[in-house]
Structure formats: C-alpha cells, structure tokens
C-alpha cells in the first residue's frame, strides 16, 4: 500500500466570456456619443444614409443602431465584439460594419437570426447593408411547424389510401383462391370418374 500524498492545487484564473476586445482605433467614448444623437457612429459621409435607416427600423420595432468603423480590425470577431460592447451600454440591436466584414449584437434578437441576416445583408453601401440587415432580422422564417402537420397528413392520407385498396381487394382475393380452389377439385374429380 502506497503512503498518502498531498496534492497541492494552484488556482486556475479563467477568461470571463463576457469580456469582449474593442478594436485599438476605436474610440468607444466617441462612438457612444455619436450614437446617443441618431443611433449612428459613421464617416460623415454614412450618416446622412444611415440615420434614414436607423429611422425606418425603428419605425417598425427594431431598435437599431449602427456603427461604421473605417478599416477592417485585426479579426472580424472584433466587430462582434464592438457590437456587444456597445449594446451592453446602449440596449437593443448593435450592427458594426467595417469594410469587408460585419458584426452584431442584440438584446432580443438570437444570435443565430442576427448571423443569418449579416450573411444577406452585404451591400454595395454601408447604407445598403444595414437597410438589408434591418429587414433580414424581423422576416419570418419558414414554418416549419405548417410543414411537419402537412406531411404528417399526407403520410397518413396515403397510409388510408393503401389500407382501403388492400382491404377492397383481399375479398377478390379469396374468391378467386374459392374459384381456383373449386377449379381444382372438379378437375381431380374429373380425372378420378376418367381413370374409373
């Protein structure tokens, strides 16, 4: 039998996930400030574009707002990541769009319907993007629960349609094996009187 030993444990120190990385270029207090106006952080030239957007989302229940940086970052998770940040502070939904790539965020809205619409929504144009991206996240997904009922009865509709013919023909069946059957029997009957 082996002596005890003593394990001696070092504290393991874990990244918090909700700790997100804003891109270094970006100035975050100016991006909030900008946003708390007309919901848009863009080049001067975006904004006239954007805030119409900003508006039209808004006018149908997206609480939206949009931020433009100008050069790619590092990783295009660090769009996300602007995103979330910003939506932590201000609520809603965040789109962030650089460039060449996008990121999201939003507070009611799942991160698998926002994904869906950034891979829709790229434009020729931030406004373009965005406008797309707006519409993308509130339009209805296919119903599937409609389609599961629908096949489901026309399995059963042809189950039903199979069952009745097998059932109609099973008596043809049995009369004609009684045909057969008597057929037979005549037949042997006949041959028996014959060889008598």
Do not use: C
């Amino acid at each position: 039998m082996s002596a005890p030993t003593n394990h001696a444990f070092a504290p393991v120190h874990v990244k918090s996930p909700l700790h997100v990385a804003v891109p270094s270029d970006v100035d975050l207090d100016d991006v909030l400030a900008d946003l708390s106006t007309d919901g848009v952080s863009a080049p001067e030239s975006d904004v006239v574009g954007l805030t119409a957007v900003v508006t039209d989302a808004r006018e149908r229940g997206v609480d939206l707002s949009v931020v433009v940086v100008d050069a790619n970052p590092g990783r295009p998770s660090d769009l996300r990541d602007l995103a979330t940040t910003v939506g932590k502070t201000e609520g809603g939904t965040v789109l962030v769009l650089s460039p060449d790539w996008m990121g999201s965020y939003s507070d009611s809205i799942s991160r698998v319907q926002l994904e869906t619409a950034q891979d829709r929504s790229f434009g020729e144009s931030a406004s373009v993007t965005a406008d797309r991206f707006s519409h993308e996240i509130v339009a209805p997904g296919p119903p599937w629960t409609l389609y599961t009922v629908l096949v489901i009865a026309l399995v059963a509709v042809i189950a039903g349609i199979t069952f009745a013919v097998k059932w109609r023909r099973e008596p043809e069946n049995a009369q004609t094996r009684h045909i057969a059957s008597t057929s037979e029997t005549a037949t042997s009957s006949d041959r028996r009187a014959d060889s008598v």
